[in-house]
């Protein structure tokens, strides 16, 4: 009910900007009131008395603004930058040794060498040979270091992020006006020339340059937020009616006028930009931070009720499983972190609108966002690194119980405020058990102290497990069907399919296969740093260098579509399955078969069956992460001269900023040819053994080896190097299988293998019995079996005959012991059958409610496990959706998820009768390569005024343009729903079998 609520204020949201002029502000009486309350403050005090931790950041804070009280005033007002002056990053590093100099205030640079700083060889810059009067140096090689820049910007921000929360906390905290003092002079020193700093980092790849001192852009309200905070603390000080630096005014009017208004209005005018994006979030929470500090009503109403508000945020943006949109989990984790400083500001707004404020902390969209997102994604200890995110290259041990950092964070902040006392309590025995049960330990450590300093609920009573649902998703297999993302996890070993839409972050690597085990990422994705490197853009972000098949040497995503459909899902004993295909991936190349089976097999290994049918050229491989490598199977290679792309070898060009050597200051460049392939180097090629592969080897501390063996058509092996995304990263070992003709139809089967160096290996040999049928023996005289489809094989368990889905048989040499199928119609071994259908339930949708998330069938549902997946289909849809079961009733299906709807919008205009115009946008209708996703195409849609019909296709715009088959009209202004499921659809549930055999 809370989030129908939320969603339908967005009613009459202006479509423009007002000017600045029209704004009304009309400034608030009680202060502080944005993030924190003077009730926050008592209770701060309280717990300096009361908790240890909390007297540790309380001496944390006074030593630190301390440390700001003693120079004079003139010597801090010394170091501000002048108006319009250069600020930097600092991205080409040291123009002597390549080596890094830091960033903004991680900079290396010292208060006692103004306007200069050094690298991490040692070099200080600007020198004589190096030169820089305020506008950077141009060496030889072209490129611009920004030395004075830097250290500008290094001021700004620890002045912004050190010296004014110190002072400005200590002041609330002590009422001493020596503090206050302090913090109005730096405050209104930024101020004085904050309005006339509008080019952001000079070397942030931007045109026009655009921002406020080092802050490009978006990140503007990055350091607003602080500003607002720092002011609202200082805001009875009458150290703010002191003249100001800007000529004829007192502190307080420059800081308003030129330093938050200023910066508040930058935002504003980017929140009407028509998308949804983190750096959309950014815009707007800086709006409303400002809006809630003086309390201009316009900045409030279009971060609650406009069409790109924080409520359409967590409608579109937040999916039913609670993941967050963009494709990576870096973003997706700080997406969330921004939400988050939407909720304190909301919570604490008193307004003639909201005379109560807003608890987001309440609303159901909101907490699935929040609720231990990190630990439900972990991979064997790992964050999975796909899309826009850092590489994973050093050892992580899987822990012994779940436990993250950023996930501890949520749940304090979900503990101190909702306001259910009954939830509250839940949030806490969850905390407790997630932080090992010493709260008082945790906070002392926890990097976010300083906000459990001001806001921490009182310790919790009890530690508990979350729900039984929630807890497989932490700790089991699970799939995020709207995302499309499949975990499959077994003990030491992780597997994680992508299956979904690649959108914003992410890249074109529908149907990329992560294999995490013992600590290390096997299948290394090259990952992000800065997203306009020639390395990122060239090499990183090409479908070739991620583990999936690459078809006709294009990167995928060259046509509308993206993402695709699961199949199967299975969590058995020792048996985790997935199968799931992404045709729309590679509709420019024709391709009429894309489809994967992933399994984790006895917490041994991973076996990978890929079926492609359509164009000329299969390359199926991935890069991989040893220190050493050896090819496997391939008597003889012949070395390659260049890279696999004719005329161009950029893979040994790429300089310490990730650009190609001799190709300065073009940022985003696509080296051609333009499909990754140009960036290999050390080519060798031949042709391979029946079964072949390679090992790589990591050495160290924690020494383990990881084995891929390759038994599908036959195909040429290419082994290379590629680069990592920085020449400091570790490079790639990469292996293609490569196959070629004419409308090429290949099957690709691959078994992974991690050893740690203290243990034995388990798979003894492979070997194809069968077109999708693998049979592996192990080296503890056991023998597996794998088969998807329909497969008829001599084996060594005996003659097999499978049809269905999946089957996993295994044994001794004779005689299988155990089996385990998924959709298994029928399974004969030596002519006696082992496992009969039905292999399935199907069954037509009747009814469907999206609120309580429960379809009715058209026949009675049959006993099910919780968990089972159940994929619902229909002919007009484009892919299929998948859920977890949560219970069964009858004919009731109760599906686990927070809503059955895929989001909302609300009709702008109604060109003629099957277009709609939607204002409020919804990025699942866009590719990260900006063509249309095809999401949503048949989904129906639903009306408030009673407007319905189906969805033939969408244009992302804005505003987002709906070809609609319209069962009744919609008006101008009615809100709608994307429903996901929809009377008639099909949906089945293949049956999940486990049996042990008698032998003879």
Not at 186 to 205: F, H, K, N, R
Not at 260 to 267: I, Q
Not at 746 to 756: D, G, Q, R, T
């Amino acid at each position: 009910m809370v989030t129908t609520l939320l969603i339908c204020v967005v009613l009459g949201a202006q479509d423009a900007p007002l000017p600045r002029e029209a704004l009304v502000i009309r400034g608030r009486g009680d202060h502080p009131c944005v993030t924190r309350t003077a009730a926050d403050v008592n209770a701060a005090r309280q717990r300096i008395e009361k908790y240890a931790w909390a007297r540790e950041e309380y001496e944390s804070i006074l030593a630190e603004a301390d440390a700001w009280l003693r120079e004079s005033e003139d010597y801090w007002l010394g170091f501000l930058p002048k108006p319009g002056a250069c600020y930097a990053y600092g991205f080409t590093g040291c123009p002597i040794c390549n080596g890094k100099t830091g960033t903004w205030e991680k900079a290396n640079c010292r208060w006692d060498t103004p306007g200069r700083v050094k690298c991490d060889a040692g070099h200080t810059l600007p020198d004589a040979e190096h030169p820089d009067t305020g506008e950077g140096y141009r060496a030889p090689d072209g490129r611009i270091h920004y030395f004075v820049g830097q250290f500008n910007a290094w001021v700004t921000e620890q002045w912004t992020l050190h010296a004014l929360p110190s002072l400005t906390q200590a002041y609330a905290l002590t009422g001493e006006e020596k503090y206050a003092a302090r913090a109005a002079l730096l405050l209104d020193a930024l101020a004085s020339v904050y309005a006339e700093s509008t080019s952001g980092s000079w070397d942030y790849p931007s045109t026009p340059p655009s921002g406020r001192f080092a802050r490009p852009w978006y990140q503007v309200a990055r350091t607003l937020v602080h500003y607002v905070d720092h002011y609202d603390l200082l805001y009875a000080s009458p150290a703010l009616e002191q003249p100001s630096l800007r000529p004829g005014m007192k502190r307080r009017e420059n800081i308003e006028r030129y330093l938050l208004e200023d910066g508040a209005y930058y935002c504003y005018g980017h929140c009407f930009d028509g998308v949804l994006h983190n750096g959309h979030a950014d815009y707007m929470r800086g709006a409303l931070a400002v809006g809630c500090l003086l309390d201009i009503p316009e900045y409030i109403r279009i971060s609650v009720e406009g069409p790109y508000s924080i409520q359409s945020m967590l409608s579109n943006n937040i999916d039913r499983d609670g993941r967050y949109y963009e494709t990576s989990p870096g973003y997706a984790i700080h997406a969330r972190l921004l939400y988050l400083t939407f909720a304190d500001p909301l919570r604490n707004l008193r307004s003639a609108e909201y005379p109560a404020g807003l608890n987001l902390y309440d609303d159901p969209r909101f907490v699935s966002a929040v609720l231990l997102p990190e630990s439900q994604l972990l991979c064997a200890g790992l964050l999975p690194n796909f899309g826009d995110m850092a590489p994973n290259v050093r050892h992580t041990p899987p822990p012994e119980r779940p436990s993250s950092t950023v996930d501890a964070n949520f749940l304090e902040r979900l503990y101190a405020m909702t306001s259910d006392p009954g939830v509250r309590a839940n949030y806490g025995a969850a905390l407790l058990r997630l932080v090992g049960g010493d709260l008082d330990a945790h906070r002392s450590a926890a990097k976010y102290r300083n906000w459990l300093f001001w806001h921490a609920a009182g310790p919790p009573d009890t530690v508990a497990a979350p729900a039984p649902a929630l807890e497989r998703r932490v700790n089991g297999s699970w799939v995020a069907g709207m995302k499309g993302l499949a975990l499959l996890r077994d003990g030491r070993q992780t597997a994680l399919l992508r299956y979904g839409p690649s959108l914003n972050h992410g890249d074109p690597d529908d149907l990329a296969l992560q294999y995490y085990a013992d600590g290390y990422e096997w299948t290394y994705d090259l990952g992000y740093g800065l997203g306009s490197t020639h390395c990122h853009v060239g090499w990183a972000s090409s479908t070739v260098s991620h583990c999936l098949v690459t078809v006709d040497e294009q990167n995928q995503l060259g046509a509308d579509g993206s993402g695709g459909s699961l199949h199967f899902f299975a969590d058995l004993p020792r048996l985790k399955a997935v199968q799931a295909s992404s045709e729309l991936s590679y509709t420019e190349q024709g391709v009429t078969r894309y489809r994967r089976t992933v399994a984790l097999v006895d917490g041994a290994y991973l076996v990978d069956m890929f079926e492609v049918g359509g164009g000329t050229r299969h390359d199926y491989g991935f890069a991989g992460l040893g220190e050493q490598f050896s090819p496997v199977g391939v008597p003889a290679l012949e070395n390659r001269e260049g890279s696999l792309a004719e005329g161009v070898a950029w893979g040994q060009q790429v300089g310490a900023d990730g650009d190609i050597k001799g190709y300065p200051n073009k940022p985003y460049w696509n080296p051609p040819p333009g499909n990754g392939y140009g960036f290999f180097y050390n080519v060798r090629q031949g042709q391979p053994e029946p079964v072949w592969g390679g090992q790589w080897a990591m050495a160290g501390k924690h020494p383990a080896t990881f084995h891929a063996l390759l038994a599908g058509d036959t195909a040429e092996a290419v082994f290379a190097t590629g680069p990592g995304l920085y020449p400091r990263l570790p490079e790639a070992q990469c292996l293609l299988a490569r196959r070629t003709g004419e409308n090429l139809q290949s099957i690709f089967l691959a078994v992974y293998e991690s050893v740690p160096e203290k243990e034995t290996r388990q798979v003894l040999s492979v070997r194809r019995i069968g077109s999708t049928c693998l049979e592996i023996e192990r080296t503890d005289g056991r023998v597996d079996v794998i088969a998807t489809g329909a497969c008829e094989a001599d084996s060594a368990l005996g003659q097999l005959a499978f049809s269905g889905d999946f089957a996993y048989l295994t044994g001794t040499k004779g005689a299988a012991t155990e089996v385990q199928t998924v959709g298994c119609a029928s399974l004969l071994l030596d002519g006696a059958t082992v496992d009969e259908g039905p292999g399935e339930f199907t069954a037509q949708v009747d009814a469907v409610d999206a609120d309580t998330c429960t379809v009715v069938l058209d026949q009675e549902v049959p006993d099910i496990g919780p968990g089972d997946v159940a994929v619902f289909s229909n002919p007009l849809y484009s892919r299929t959706t998948a859920y977890h079961v949560l219970s069964v009733d009858g004919r009731r299906l109760v599906l686990q998820a927070s809503t059955l709807n895929l989001g909302a919008g609300r009709v702008q205009s109604v060109p003629d009768a099957q277009t709609l115009l939607s204002d409020i946008p919804h990025e699942y209708a866009r590719s990260v390569k900006r063509h249309t996703t095809q999401f949503f195409d048949g989904k129906g849609i639903q009306g408030e005024q009673g407007g319905s019909g189906r969805i033939v296709s969408t244009e992302h715009g804005p505003p987002l343009k709906l070809i609609v088959d319209p069962t009744k009209a919609f008006q101008v202004g009615e809100r709608l729903v994307y429903r996901d499921i929809m009377p008639g659809d099909t949906v089945r549930i293949p049956r999940i079998q486990y049996a042990q055999l008698q032998t003879s």
